[in-house]
């Protein structure tokens, strides 16, 4: 530090340019506050031992006293009262407390985004966005806070000698210094994806950590040790440690819906899932036919990366019958007949084949209400079928279904489907593409599309290239990728990505893939936003896997 500037401010004599000039020397290194502090004292010292000289001394004495005084509360407020706190700078949707572009916040503050988005600003240009469910507990001066739950992402500035960010969540502690980041808390779990940079992720119950990296994902929970795992583009990753296994019914305590193969028919028997982007997981349902009789949910977490049976079979199922007695759906080898309806926050199920020997096709449509955990029949169509696939648009909110007899849709207001056209389908995956508003369906030596946006849509069959292996499988895995504009499709082997306007597939054979379930793919295959990746699940005791594009 310029000890000559120190002098001048200790005595008064500093202007608005050398202030300036300490301030930026104090933030660029934090450890000359201790120089300033003693410098401070020691001045206040020399005025106490000045008290009896003449009177022109000790005016001067007291204006170097008041001087020092200033310093050390100005380092104080510094270091202690808000320097390194942020300022909003973007508030969407609905917030608690209410706040306001350029409002500097507290110390201690808490803060709850119930909709919408909040994005703070510190002075070194660090910037943290707050998503929608997210509390934010006990923010601290020194870029400290605490995440109850949601999900937070950062943009930390890296300074010579600045202080690390610490985040803190009921599991885990990470502390960043130069990076982007986004940290999100769930019950039980906290889950790190870096960006850039490095961040050290803590599980606070016995210290166990995990330095992540860039392109690295990492969990902190209570049954987990973090570790960090790799997405790089262009790769395959395995969870260590996540069959689906670990999470099925004692068979001992359920003995009336084991059947022939048990729980492994869920994935094995004709089955898929959708991708319930609220809560950031895949739910599978599946079995029917005489394989398996459950017809519990199962859900696979891209928050935790672990699973979790979101409900238990029902103990009595009703062979051959819709509906069981304790009013929940038969179990029923579910197809590519499964969504997630958004709009609703509704899993929802059509066609598929019942459970029992008769192989009877399941007509009534089932909604489930993940926050009331119920099972809910809607109108039923005209036609269940199998081999049929599903598909809602989430701009009309319309469901949309085809199978062996044609293809019908049904609005959110409507009570009963309406047939569209005699289209057939049989073991192709759909892919809704949200940017053209297409329905892409790819399997069984096809490739064609719907307009859904359109007043009638019809069929364009496509004549596509470079992709004839994962065109001609049954029931691949098919899903559209917002990022990249692309409709991208895995039935084993390489990924297919296909360009919509160009209708050609690129090829990437990367090293890693699982083995594909051999009944097909289905909606198994599905995209993740917040890891730009796609997830797959392919049997009850291999481990899930990601893609990244």
């Known amino acids: 530090m310029d000890d000559g500037l120190l002098s001048k401010y200790l005595a008064g004599e500093a202007g608005d340019e050398e202030r300036a000039r300490l301030r930026a020397a104090l933030e660029a290194d934090p450890s000359l506050a201790d120089a300033l502090f003693e410098a401070a004292e020691l001045e206040a010292d020399l005025v106490q031992t000045q008290r ?111 202080r690390a960010m610490v985040v803190r969540t009921a599991e885990g502690e990470a502390r960043v210094l130069g990076t982007r980041f986004t940290l999100s808390a769930r019950p039980g779990a906290t889950r790190l994806a870096v960006e850039k940079g490095q961040v050290r992720l803590t599980r606070r119950s016995d210290g166990a950590s995990a330095n992540v990296g860039a392109g690295q994902v990492a969990v902190a929970s209570t049954s987990s040790a973090p570790a960090a795992l790799t997405f790089s583009p262009g790769t395959w990753v395995s969870v260590p440690g996540s069959t689906m296994s670990r999470v099925v019914p004692d068979p001992g305590a359920f003995p009336n819906v084991q059947a022939v193969s048990g729980p492994r028919a869920v994935i094995e028997a004709w089955s898929g899932a959708a991708f319930d982007t609220r809560r950031n997981r895949l739910v599978l349902w599946g079995g029917g036919y005489g394989d398996y009789f459950g017809n519990e949910l199962y859900a696979f977490s891209a928050e935790t990366l672990a699973w979790e049976r979101l409900t238990d079979p029902s103990p009595s199922p009703r062979l051959n019958q819709e509906r069981n007695d304790d009013g929940t759906p038969s179990g029923r080898a579910t197809y590519n007949g499964l969504a997630y309806l958004a709009h609703a926050d509704r899993f929802f199920g059509i066609g598929g084949c019942l459970a029992g020997k008769a192989s009877i096709s399941a007509r009534t449509p089932w909604s489930f209400d993940f926050d009331a955990r119920r099972w809910t029949p809607g109108p039923p169509c005209p036609s269940g079928g199998v081999g049929g696939v599903c598909t809602v648009d989430p701009a009309t909110r319309t469901v949309w279904w085809g199978d062996g007899t044609g293809l019908y849709s049904l609005g959110p207001q409507a009570t009963s489907w309406t047939k569209q056209h005699e289209d057939g ?51 691949p895995g098919v899903d559209y990728d917002p990022v990249r504009d692309r409709v991208v499709a895995w039935a084993g082997g390489p990924v297919c ?45 291999q481990d899930v896997h990601f893609y990244k594009p």
């Not at 909003?88 to 609905?94: A, K, M, Q, S, T």
């Not at 759909?430 to 369906?441: E, M, N, P, Q, V």
């Open 497 to 541: 990505a296909l360009d919509p306007e160009a209708r050609r597939w690129s090829v990437t054979d990367a090293p890693g893939a699982p083995r594909p379930t051999p009944n097909g793919i289905f909606g198994r295959w599905r995209y993740v936003p917040d890891l730009d990746a796609f997830i797959v699940v392919t049997a009850i005791d």
């Open 52 to 162: 009896r000289a003449a009177a022109p001394r000790r005016r001067r004495w007291i204006a170097l006293a008041a001087a020092a005084a200033l310093l050390v509360a100005a380092a104080i407020a510094f270091f202690r009262g808000g320097a390194d706190l942020p300022r909003v700078e973007l508030v969407e949707g609905r917030v608690t407390p209410p706040l306001a572009p350029g409002d500097r916040l507290p110390a201690g503050q808490d803060l709850e985004v119930s909709r919408g988005r909040l994005v703070l600003r510190y002075e070194d240009g660090t910037r943290v966005e707050l998503g929608a469910g997210t509390a934010l507990k006990d923010l601290e001066d020194g870029k400290g806070m605490t995440l109850a739950r949601g999900m937070l992402s950062a943009d930390v500035a890296k300074q010579s000698g600045g």
């Open 425 to 475: 389908f049989y073991y192709q995956t759909g892919a809704f593409d949200t940017k053209r508003g297409l329905w892409i369906l790819v399997g069984a030596g096809q490739v064609f599309s719907y307009d859904l946006r359109s007043p009638r849509p019809v069929r364009t069959v496509w004549k596509t290239s470079g992709a004839d292996a994962v065109v001609a499988a049954t029931n």
